[in-house]
């Protein structure tokens, strides 16, 4: 995940990755945001080169190191004021835009979620949360299927 710094007026958090998943990293440019992420993926111009697909190919590339140029194309900086000096909280990332892990299921892959009751809960969560909530406040018995009568209108 990305490293927290103190407090320095020129970090800031970028977005970077592949067109499908992108990664948050505290840095002062993306181009530096592009390099962290493909030094922790293994998506260096040294593993494949851009031009000819080689390996190590230093006809065409100067810095084995650099990352591919996919990954900048891809990568953003957020708008949003996101703290410097530590990780952002979930409800912090769902306010910025971005999917996170879902804390009520075992699926780990961030997924869009919600805020509720304090927790990022992913769409079924948040159903069986909101059910479980209404049940504490009305005093119906716990895990009653939604689909089933709640309460007994006729005594």
């Known amino acids: 995940m990305a490293l927290v710094a103190g407090k320095t007026q020129n970090l800031q ?68 004021k996101l703290p410097l000096d530590r990780d952002p909280s979930l409800a912090e990332w769902i306010k910025a835009g971005c999917n996170v892990p879902c804390e009520g299921c075992d699926y780990g892959e961030p ?5 509720f009751d304090g927790q990022a809960l992913c769409e079924e969560c948040l159903q069986i949360a909101r059910v479980k909530m209404l ?15 709640r309460f007994d209108h006729y005594n």
């Open 111 to 115: 997924t869009e979620c919600e805020m």
């Open 13 to 80: 958090w970028f977005a970077v990755g592949t067109d499908e998943i992108l990664y948050p990293y505290l840095s002062t440019s993306i181009e530096g945001a592009a390099r962290q992420y493909a030094h922790e993926f293994g998506h260096t111009v040294g593993e494949e080169c851009p031009e000819c697909g080689e390996a190590n190919c230093v006809d065409h590339n100067d810095d084995l190191d650099a990352p591919v140029p996919w990954i900048e194309e891809n990568g953003f900086a957020f708008d949003s």
């Open 135 to 149: 049940d504490r406040k009305v005093g119906t018995t716990p895990d009653t299927p939604i689909y089933q009568p």
